[in-house]
């Protein structure tokens, strides 16, 4: 098998490393980078973790803070306009998985005509974008480190995957420090999306040995600290594990491809603005059940990899150990379900075929181990609602 790795060609990782952001920079020959953020990175003051060392260096910038929670295409054509008329030769995306997605779509934007959605999945994105940095400060994505990114469209509410290695940022800087503060509901979302970023890269049709190995180590490291993570926020080596398994997921599912819990997820996420790790935390569960019979063996060996059982558990056993698993996970992260989200089951009901259709033709559910058709995902979301 022949497998074509693509990731950031630069990434700084360890505590503190966003020190040094400006020799960074250099390497990447970004002189004059326009920063994108969130308001709370901005008005909080955090975003001075990075710009401290920008100013200090004596490089010029701007900041581009209108980020929200799931980017938008509104949102991504003022940020191509800002970064178009500024005179800007690269970007910084500090924030989660929105800010990064959202400086990726710019990019795309600012270098390509048309729309937004003249460019998703499974169209080609022609010209490059500009260089870009990203600083995640949430241990969960993976973003900084893939050639996808998700935007909404305002005018479909579709949940549009952007992919091509023109997306993949230039350079990274992964630094657990970023993410102490983050909260107990932040932290176990974005911490299960990495365990379902990892299990759907080693599951996907698309997987690979080098990705495999990405996946596995990811899925050791979920289950070993992400209890901890969210339950002693300050356990720096619990943040510092979580923060390198979200990268290793991240250069997984980027080189394997996400699968069906992704492709369900986006359609939630878009019609009830549920986070997208929360969104995939109620998936996770029953897509690892509905899958698991056509690929035993690799639900099996995560099972292994998360110490679910032992080493010698036969396969049967050991996918019954994951599912057992999962389930205890969101017990323990308290992970609602779309009803107790506060999620109208009679408006969640009214959308299952569109969600559906919107699921399959992201393409991800066809990198699943059981492809399904369209009956069988509103079934799947028939059975999350209340469960």
């Not at 990811?218 to 339950?231: Q, S």
């Given at each position: 098998m022949?497998?074509?790795?693509?990731?950031?060609?630069?990434?700084?990782?360890?505590?503190?490393?966003?020190?040094?952001?400006?020799?960074?920079?250099?390497?990447?020959?970004?002189?004059?980078?326009?920063?994108?953020?969130?308001?709370?990175?901005?008005?909080?003051?955090?975003?001075?973790?990075?710009?401290?060392?920008?100013?200090?260096?004596g490089i010029p910038f701007d900041v581009f803070a209108d980020t929200v929670p799931d980017p938008t295409t509104e949102v991504v054509y003022a940020g191509a306009r800002m970064l178009s008329d500024g005179g800007f030769d690269g970007m910084i995306a500090l924030g989660g998985g929105s800010p990064i997605d959202t400086a990726k779509a710019m990019g795309v934007m600012a270098a390509n005509p048309g729309k937004m959605r003249d460019y998703k999945v499974p169209n080609p994105i022609p010209n490059e974008s500009l260089p870009l940095l990203a600083i995640p400060t949430t241990a969960g994505t993976g973003s900084e480190a893939t050639k996808f990114t998700v935007i909404t469209d305002t005018e479909t509410d579709e949940k549009m995957l952007i992919a091509g290695a023109g997306v993949i940022p230039q350079g990274a800087i992964v630094d657990f420090e970023l993410t102490l503060s983050c909260p107990f509901r932040l932290t176990a979302d974005t911490g299960i999306d990495t365990l379902t970023h990892a299990i759907e890269a080693y599951v996907s049709r698309k997987a690979n040995p080098f990705s495999d190995s990405m996946a596995l180590a990811?899925?050791?490291?979920?289950?070993?600290?992400?209890?901890?993570?969210?339950?002693e926020p300050g356990n720096r080596e619990a943040r510092e594990q979580m923060m390198l398994a979200a990268n290793q997921a991240g250069i997984a599912f980027s080189n394997a491809s996400v699968a069906l819990v992704h492709g369900m997820s986006r359609p939630i996420g878009a019609h009830f603005h549920v986070p997208h790790g929360l969104s995939n935390a109620m998936l996770l569960p029953a897509v690892t059940a509905?899958?698991?019979p056509t690929a035993t063996a690799r639900y099996a060996d995560c099972a292994r990899a998360m110490g679910a059982c032992a080493p010698g558990t036969d396969d049967e056993t050991a996918?019954?150990?994951?599912?057992?698993?999962?389930?205890?996970?969101?017990?323990?992260?308290?992970?609602?379900?779309?009803?107790?989200?506060?999620?109208?089951?009679?408006?969640?009901?009214?959308?299952?075929?569109?969600?559906?259709?919107?699921?399959?033709?992201?393409?991800?559910?066809?990198?699943?181990?059981?492809v399904p058709t369209a009956e069988e995902i509103v079934s799947l979301y028939r059975d999350i609602y209340a469960a």
């Open positions: 022949i497998a074509t790795i693509a990731m950031p060609k630069l990434m700084l990782i360890g505590g503190g490393s966003i020190a040094q952001v400006a020799d960074t920079l250099a390497k990447l020959g970004i002189k004059r980078p326009l920063i994108v953020t969130d308001p709370f990175m901005r008005d909080s003051g955090a975003i001075a973790k990075l710009t401290d060392p920008l100013t200090a260096a990811a899925m050791a490291r979920v289950a070993k600290h992400l209890r901890t993570a969210c339950f509905f899958s698991l996918g019954v150990a994951l599912l057992d698993a999962l389930n205890a996970l969101n017990a323990d992260l308290k992970v609602p379900t779309p009803q107790a989200y506060g999620i109208d089951e009679g408006r969640f009901m009214g959308l299952l075929t569109l969600m559906a259709e919107q699921a399959l033709g992201s393409g991800s559910p066809g990198n699943n181990p059981r």
